[in-house]
């Protein structure tokens, strides 16, 4: 997210400077937001028309946690003239929902797209489905995946809403998703590539995450919190095959590192967990693990780890199908993660889910509360201060142990 860049300077700056405040404001954003706060407020007094100091300080805001403080300030600068419109909407959208204002914010999320998204879509179809109902009857729907993998298993239920619902519906989503979705959702049409042909006369189309605008969802009727993906019986049951699971053991799903492309944007940003924090719950017997993270780091880890790791995960190390993990998710009696799409995956199969969250949390997560709206499985642990995950795992440990000696 950008913010005014500045130098600072070891020169005392004259009362009247604003650009000295603005840019020494905006440099400590995401160090010390406290006091980029306190000199963006000095900048405002001396310059209460500009745009971007309120920008910045709605961000100086919501990095204290201030969510509601930091709203009415991006809500002023939009009413400045010439205000960094989409960037604020953005982050506006973001906290209002984060609030648990979902009508505004889903108003404000409408402005999340970037000049040229989207093209294709517009040049054969126009703009986008509005939310009506085409002569008062059901119809034809392209739906465009958008964002993350766990955005879309999300917003996916929206979709078999509206088929239940009657409508021939139809999504075009990343190709990594696309043979999970097809074999663990009743959704008839999945695919990575759409053509002119699928834009039939009166055919629509709409960007998936706007369902939920179009559909005026709200925390009281989202639909499917209960799961709505099953992962196939004979993919099931080679994943018990080859995983071994002990006699007498739980078996814990582990993952702890979201996607590195988000980990430095401002919603996002320290929502993974270092490894290391995990290595108490290996004082819990009768419970083994299975990694759900991929990649080469993962596996130099888990072998020095004290962690008991499942025989079969070398095994599942080899494979990066979604289909696959679905699979051995299903076999889990727990999944415990940091904010990744594997929280998406395991709560859209209905499967006990417990996650680790951040002090500011991603919107979807709100303020507070162990409970989320979206998935009646998921449980939430949050951080009770900012880089708490010890607590956090103190506290996972000290549940863990308690729900084991209720189940052995």
Sequence with gaps: MPVVE???????????????????????????????????????KILPEEAIIYFNLGIALHE???????VRSYKYALSLDNPPQAQIRQNLSQDLLLSGNFEEGWAHYENRFKPGQNDYFHKLGGKPWAGEYIDGKPASLILVAEQGFGDTIQFIRFALL???????????CQPALIEMLKNCSTLKYISSQIDEHDF??????????SLVHRLKINSSNIPFAAGYLKAPSD????????????????????????????????????????????EKLSALDNIEFISLQKGSAMKDRIKQSRLKYIDGQDLFDESMDFLDTAAVIAQCDL????????????????KPTWLALRWIPEWRWLLD??????????????????GAWPEVVNEIYNSLAAWKNARC
């Excluded at 005392?12 to 406290?34: I, K, V």
């Excluded at 509206?162 to 075009?172: A, P, R, S, Y």
């Excluded at 993919?235 to 080859?242: G, V």
């Excluded at 509360?369 to 900012?386: A, D, I, M």
């Design 335 to 350: 999944i415990i993660s940091a904010d990744s799409g594997i929280v998406h995956l395991a709560a859209a199969m209905g």
């Design 200 to 209: 039939m006369p009166g055919a629509k189309w709409c960007p998936l995450m």
């Design 235 to 278: 993919r099931i049951r080679y994943w018990q095959m080859k995983l071994k699971k002990r006699d007498h053991h739980l078996l814990i799903g582990l993952h702890w590192q979201g996607n590195y492309d988000h980990e430095n944007t401002l919603y996002s940003r320290n929502r993974s967990i270092p490894y290391q924090h995990w």
């Design 64 to 70: 204290q946690k201030k969510i509601n403080a930091a």
């Design 369 to 386: 509360g162990n409970s989320s709206h979206w998935y009646e499985t998921v449980r939430l642990f949050r951080q009770p201060n900012p």
């Design 162 to 172: 509206l088929q239940n619902k009657g409508w021939d519906v139809k999504l075009f």
């Design 6 to 44: 500045g130098n600072l300077t070891n020169q005392p700056a004259s009362w009247h400077d604003p650009e000295y405040y603005t840019n020494t404001g905006g440099s400590f954003l995401s160090t010390n937001p406290q006091l980029g706060a306190k000199y963006l407020q000095r900048a405002a």
